[in-house]
């Protein structure tokens, strides 16, 4: 059964950096390499947004992340990471990857002004 389990939030003042992680379990490594794993963000009450995404060696941002956020994955370990640069207070939200149609619990992210 596919499992995602996201790890790296946390509290960080408003220029500060993060690395989120996303470990994938129970995928083979064809299809981890040729789906598309994304990145969204929820804040309270609302939908998720989307971040970022990445398949193969082609990436996808959101134009608020641009230059900020870089995305990459590790296929043998089934890791996708998201660098989160110059981290402002909008970016606050629980961020949670996606494959094949499922998502894991998330990982909260808070930044002060």
């Known amino acids: 059964q596919v499992r995602l389990v996201e790890s790296g939030g946390g509290l960080v003042q408003a220029g500060g950096s993060l690395r989120l992680s996303c470990r994938i379990t129970?995928?083979?490594?064809?299809?981890?390499?040729?789906?598309?794993i994304g990145w969204y963000r929820q804040a309270p009450g609302e939908q998720g947004d989307f971040v970022a995404s990445i398949r193969g060696r082609d990436t996808d941002y959101t134009d608020s992340v641009k230059g900020r956020f870089t995305i990459s994955k590790d296929n043998t370990r089934r890791t996708v990471s998201l660098q989160m640069d110059s981290l402002k207070p909008e970016d606050t939200g629980v961020y949670y990857c996606?494959?094949?149609?499922?998502r894991g619990p998330g990982t909260q992210v808070t930044v002060s002004s």
């Open positions: 996606t494959f094949q149609g499922r």
């Open positions: 129970g995928s083979i490594l064809s299809v981890f390499t040729s789906t598309t």
